[in-house]
């Protein structure tokens, strides 16, 4: 499985960014992995955002991001998206795609994109 993340870039505090990732490789593979985010600040581990399942009936968030990020997933397009509303701070990071097992999908890792938050 290939990953691909889009659509960092800088908000304002208060503001919202959208991330895509676009995975790519056998189909069944794709169309039956778990997606999931991660993200990782200077001087910080890499820590778990959020992850959706296969069919997107399961979804879950870290306690840091629930009620603002909403992960979702286009199926057809086997594309996810990281819709990150009111931002922090330290929500600024190096955003990571990943796919694997649920709920932790970390066999597949994608580049990361730069999400900067300005104050």
């Known amino acids: 499985v290939q990953l691909q993340a889009f659509g960092g870039g800088m908000a304002q505090a208060g503001g919202s960014l959208r991330l895509s990732c676009a995975a790519s490789g056998r189909t069944v593979t794709v169309n039956s992995i778990t997606l999931g985010w991660f993200r990782q600040a200077p001087g910080h581990e890499r820590e778990f955002v959020g992850a959706i399942s296969w069919g997107g009936g399961r979804i879950y968030y870290a306690e840091s991001v629930k009620g603002r990020f909403t992960i979702s997933r286009d199926t057809a397009k086997n594309t996810m998206y990281l819709q990150m509303d009111n931002l922090k701070a330290e929500d600024a990071a190096v955003y990571y795609c990943?796919?694997?097992?649920?709920?932790?999908?970390?066999?597949?890792w994608g580049q990361g994109t730069q999400v900067t938050v300005s104050s």
């Open positions: 990943a796919a694997g097992s649920w709920p932790m999908p970390r066999k597949y």
